[in-house]
């Protein structure tokens, strides 16, 4: 009796102390990352699993209970020659290391896995953050993915990406999907391409230039990352453009392979992917930094080495390669020759990069590259410095400002959630391009309390430079609430946008656009009141000074003119720091008003 | 030999594909990535939320508009020179004499690291004979590439 009593007594406590052994290992960093387990990072989801899809766990309450989880991962991994091990290799190993079970070839009936692990191995890993561009506003806040490198370092065309993105169908083609898209309406995957079709996509496509960045991760940690990223094959995440984006889930991924890396340990309302190239910088993770320039800079950087009667020949033999018999280029030297017909090539492939192939496109290429072959061999023409982008300055911004209008003085404050505009410090930026979301001002003057002077919705911006390879149409648009004249000073509510073109010589940039404008405001009659205009300005950009001078003018339907001229001018203290002052002449019929103002800009994250 | 295979189906002709004759009518020179819908507002939801259409690929299978490979991929790198775009970066490359592209070709057939700056020049010479026409198919790009490489003292023990 009493033995049997003894023998009840030490299974029950065998029992409780295997509950609490699993409890305790469920605790662990790995095993919570290994389930996405949000550690209170961002606002959805706390303390749950950031997974969408009852495939992933084992057990039923498992996306938000990781010690039952855990519990029916053992049952299901311990028999030799389980299915769940053919799923799960990174759990297996995590409870294998944990438990101490010692099975020499776990996966030896998975041969799928064995397969798949066959072919994605790597030896490096290398975070790839493919920057904005001009003329595309949904591009500026930039992408991230990952790059696994199988150790030859020139061999990058045969590494694997690893990107996460929504999956949509084919029929998605209106706006409401792109809101779909923002709230959270489709689903996230992982999936894993040849690096070179990113290559292709962005550098080639889209004209972005990439920042290759190298991880510091060592071989069993880029292990834990693979062997973790098979099970998550078809596995959904509900996708959020603002925090659960692409660049949010490889954290998560390199939460696997560090567990202890501290990765998510703050609360974030967005990650915008510079955010995470800086967070894993900070974190000490990034051991290298590697500029892969686009098509674009490319084609620029080869004929900016031409002067420009050989950029004109350029032309034409891009045209016609039969110029390549002409005179004209004949008597040019061996040399400038080649420099010219390289030039010429990447001008056929660039201008016809999203063109279908034809015999013209083909044969012309196919005439330029034996050219090129059969010209001496020239040096690749060196590539303009650029500051990568995780050295611009924050997305946030703050600024007070003091200034006069008119006779009366005035105080500001500003807060802007977004991201840059085009006077804002330029390091790590593009020259021209503005992307500005939700920014606020209150303005307080001697005659009256504090008011609202302006809230910026949305404030778009793309003057790209056209030149003799690249013609590219420069637009924007924007929306909000402003403080303009009708009548007397009112706030309006307003919609405009506009097109045209720009161009650069050196540190100049003119522009001139065609705009319309709707309005609403308590004067004016008509519930909307629509308008045409245009705008035309220059921006110079040296260094740490970004200049603006403009002159915009509206007509509106009732018979109202108004137009207002600026010139601004931005210097960088620092980094994070802008000084900005800005004079300001509001014009309507038969009167108008002046305004000065400085303005001192903060920018943080 | 067996390297010679794996570069083989690397550009999307191995021996049993070239049956079945690589490619299609929209593959090879001049060919380009980009097919599937366009306009503003799917190109624009593609860019926010960093989409790809229908299913996830997995490494599994990969995008090669236009070009037809079937029977000759297998998981790795595999389908790298058969994507379209692939090829003509080759040739750009050897037109040149240098660059990523070939690169990648070396290290798959095998070159070491030593005779890769030979193996470029080599290349670089016989640009004309490896691509005598605007046409040329991935398969025959790659077979004469290793007649190339067969008639050269250095190179032929790769092939």
Redesign the interface.
């Given at each position: 009796m009493r033995a049997a009593l003894l023998c009840v007594l030490v299974l029950f406590c065998s029992t409780v102390a295997q509950a609490r052994d699993l409890e305790q290992l469920a605790q662990q960093p790995r095993w919570q990352a290994l389930l996405h387990i949000n550690p209170g990072a961002t606002l959805r989801d706390r303390q749950r699993s950031y997974v969408d899809d009852a495939d992933f766990f084992l057990a039923a309450d498992g996306a938000a209970n990781p010690v039952s989880e855990l519990a029916a991962t053992v049952e299901a991994l311990e028999p030799e020659a389980s299915p769940a091990r053919c799923r799960f290799p990174a759990r297996y190993r995590f409870v294998a290391e944990a438990l101490g079970w010692r099975d020499t070839e776990p996966f030896a009936h998975c041969a799928e896995y064995l397969?798949?692990r066959?072919?994605?191995h790597a030896k490096r890993a290398v975070l790839v953050f493919p920057a904005s561009y001009l003329n595309?506003p949904?591009?500026m806040f930039g992408?991230t993915l990952l790059r696994l490198d199988q150790g030859?370092d020139?061999?990058?065309?045969?590494?694997?990406a690893i990107?996460?993105?929504?999956?949509?169908?084919?029929q998605?083609?209106?706006?409401f999907?792109?809101y779909r898209?923002?709230a959270g309406g489709?689903p996230?995957?992982?999936?894993?391409?040849?690096y070179?079709?990113k290559i292709?996509?962005y550098s080639?496509?889209e004209s972005r230039d990439i920042w290759e960045y190298t991880l510091k991760l060592d071989q069993s940690q880029i292990d834990w990352m693979i062997d973790h990223l098979w099970e998550l094959?078809?596995i959904n995440f509900d996708?959020y453009?603002f925090d659960e984006?692409?660049s949010f889930r490889l954290l998560e991924l390199i939460q696997v392979a560090r567990p202890h890396g501290g990765l998510l340990d703050e609360l974030r309302f967005a990650e915008l992917p510079v955010n995470t190239v800086r967070a894993l910088e900070q974190r000490g993770l990034v051991t290298e930094r590697h500029y892969r320039p686009s098509k674009e800079v490319e084609l620029a950087a080869l004929s900016d080495r031409l002067d420009d009667q050989e950029q004109r020949l350029a032309r034409r033999l891009a045209a016609d390669p039969a110029v390549a018999e002409s005179d004209a280029f004949q008597s040019r030297p061996p040399r400038r020759q080649a420099m010219m017909a390289?030039t010429a090539?990447s001008y056929v492939?660039f201008v016809?990069?999203?063109?279908?192939?034809?015999?013209d496109?083909?044969?012309r290429?196919?005439?330029l590259?034996?050219l090129?072959?059969r010209l001496p061999?020239v040096e690749d023409p060196e590539l303009p410095d650029k500051a990568p982008p995780e050295s611009g300055h924050g997305s946030q911004m703050l600024a007070a400002s003091g200034g006069q209008r008119g006779s009366d003085d005035f105080g500001e404050v500003s807060y802007r959630l977004t991201y840059h505009d085009l006077l804002d410090n330029r390091r790590g930026f593009l020259d021209g391009a503005q992307i500005q979301g939700l920014g606020i001002t209150l303005r307080s003057t001697e005659s009256g309390a504090a008011r609202l002077e302006e809230l910026d919705l949305v404030s778009i911006r793309s003057l790209s430079p056209r030149g003799r390879f690249s013609k590219p149409l420069s637009w924007y648009v924007e929306g909000g609430l402003e403080r303009a004249w009708a009548g007397r000073r009112r706030l309006t509510r307003y919609v405009q946008g506009g097109a045209g073109g720009s161009w650069r010589s050196g540190p100049w940039q003119p522009y001139l656009l065609a705009s319309v404008r709707a309005e609403n405001n308590s004067d004016f009659g008509p519930l909307i009141t629509p308008g045409g205009g245009a705008e035309a300005g220059m921006l110079y950009h040296a260094g740490r000074w970004q200049w603006q001078l403009s002159s915009a003018g509206h007509y509106f339907s009732n018979d109202v003119y108004r137009h207002r001229s600026t010139l601004a001018v931005q210097y960088a203290l620092a980094r994070e720091h802008g000084l900005r002052a800005s004079l300001e002449r509001e014009g309507w019929r038969g009167d108008g008003e002046t305004e000065f103002k400085v303005q001192w800009r903060w920018y943080f994250d | 030999m067996k390297k010679v295979l794996l570069a083989a189906a690397l550009l999307g002709a191995s021996v049993s594909a070239q049956a079945v004759a690589p490619g299609g009518p929209?593959c090879?020179?001049?060919?380009?990535?980009?097919?599937?819908?366009s306009?503003m507002?799917?190109?624009?939801?593609?860019?926010?939320?960093?989409?790809?259409?229908?299913?996830?690929?997995?490494?599994?299978t990969?995008?090669t508009n236009?070009c037809d490979t079937s029977g000759a991929l297998?998981?790795?790198?595999e389908?790298?020179l058969s994507?379209n775009?692939?090829l003509?970066e080759v040739?750009?490359d050897?037109?040149?004499?240098e660059g990523?592209?070939l690169?990648?070709l070396s290290?798959?057939i095998g070159v070491s690291g030593d005779d890769?700056a030979y193996f470029n020049s080599v290349m670089?010479e016989n640009?004309?004979s490896i691509?005598p026409?605007?046409?040329v198919s991935a398969g025959e790009v790659m077979q004469r590439i290793t007649a190339v490489m067969q008639n050269d003292q250095k190179l032929a023990k790769y092939v």
């Open positions: 397969e798949w066959g072919a994605v595309s949904s591009s992408h030859d020139g061999a990058v065309w045969l590494s694997w990107n996460f993105g929504a999956v949509t169908t084919e998605d083609n209106s706006l999907y792109i898209g923002l489709y996230g995957r992982f999936n894993l391409v040849p070179v079709q292709q996509q080639n496509m094959r078809d996708y453009f984006n692409c390289r090539y492939r016809n990069r999203k063109a279908a192939r034809t015999e496109i083909a044969g290429s196919f005439a590259l034996t090129v072959n061999s | 929209g090879g020179w001049g060919n380009l990535i980009f097919e599937g819908k306009g507002p799917v190109h624009l939801l593609a860019t926010i939320v960093n989409g790809t259409s229908g299913n996830a690929t997995f490494g599994m990969s995008g236009g297998t998981y790795s790198g389908s790298l994507m775009g692939v003509e040739a750009q050897m037109a040149t004499g990523e592209a690169t990648a290290v798959s890769r670089h640009f004309a691509f026409r605007q046409d």
